[in-house]
C-alpha cells in the first residue's frame, strides 16, 4: 500500500506530524487485520515521541486489543503507562509483554522501575537480577539494582552493584556519586 510506505518514509526523515497524518489517512482506508495494528502501534509510538500521552495511549492499547499476543505492542502500552505513572497497569503491560516473549531486556528494565515507583523494592529488585541473569552487560540494570539496595539498607549489596557500573563504565559519575555519599 503506498500510503503506508509513504507514512512510514516520513516517520523514518523525522517529519512527525506529517507521518502522523499520513498513518491517520491509512487508517482510515484500512479493515480489520494485521495493518490495522501496525498502523495503530505506529501511530502510538508518533504520539509518544510528540508528547501527546493520552493519544499514544488510546492507540496502543487499540493495536493491543486488535494483536493481544503482540509483546512488542504490551511492552509499547506499558512505556507509555508508565509516564502517564499509571504504574500498575505499566507493570501489567510489562508482565504480559514478558510472559509473551521472556527475551524482551527492555521490558525487565521498564518492569523493574515501574515496580520501584509502586515501592515494591524486592519484586523490583527482582526484575532488575532476572534481567542481569539474562543480559549480564545490561550496566544501568546494575545501577538500578545498587539504588535499590541501597533504599533497603543493604549497603554491601549496594556498593557492589555501585563498583559493577565503575568498572564496566568509569566515567559513570552517578554511581561514583553513590559510593562516594
Known amino acids: 500500500m503506498k500510503d503506508l510506505f509513504e507514512a512510514h518514509r ?3 526523515e ?6 502522523v497524518r499520513e498513518y491517520e489517512r491509512v487508517l482510515g482506508k484500512l479493515g480489520e487485520g494485521h495493518k490495522l495494528s501496525v498502523v495503530r502501534k505506529h501511530l502510538g509510538n508518533l504520539h509518544f515521541r510528540l508528547g501527546h500521552l493520552r493519544r499514544a495511549k488510546k492507540h496502543l492499547a487499540e493495536a493491543c486489543e486488535i494483536d493481544s499476543e503482540n509483546p512488542a505492542f504490551r511492552h509499547d502500552l506499558g512505556v507509555v503507562q508508565y509516564h502517564c505513572a499509571e504504574f500498575e497497569d505499566a507493570t501489567s503491560s510489562f508482565r504480559k509483554a514478558l510472559s509473551l516473549d521472556p527475551d524482551m531486556q527492555l521490558s525487565y528494565f521498564w518492569l523493574g522501575n515501574a515496580l520501584y515507583h509502586r515501592g515494591m ?12 541473569e539474562r543480559f549480564p552487560n ?3 540494570a546494575h ?5 535499590i539496595y ?17 568498572r564496566r563504565n568509569p566515567g559513570a559519575e552517578a554511581a561514583r556519586y553513590y559510593l562516594d555519599d
Do not use: N, P, S, Y
Open 10 to 12: 516520513l516517520e523514518m
Open 138 to 140: 545490561f550496566t544501568i
Open 150 to 166: 541501597q533504599r533497603q539498607g543493604k549497603e554491601a549489596e549496594a556498593q557492589a552493584r555501585f563498583e559493577e557500573v565503575l
Open 143 to 147: 545501577f538500578h539494582l545498587g539504588v
Open 121 to 132: 523494592m524486592d519484586e523490583a529488585a527482582g526484575a532488575f537480577r532476572e534481567l542481569l
Open 14 to 19: 523525522g517529519d512527525l506530524a506529517r507521518a
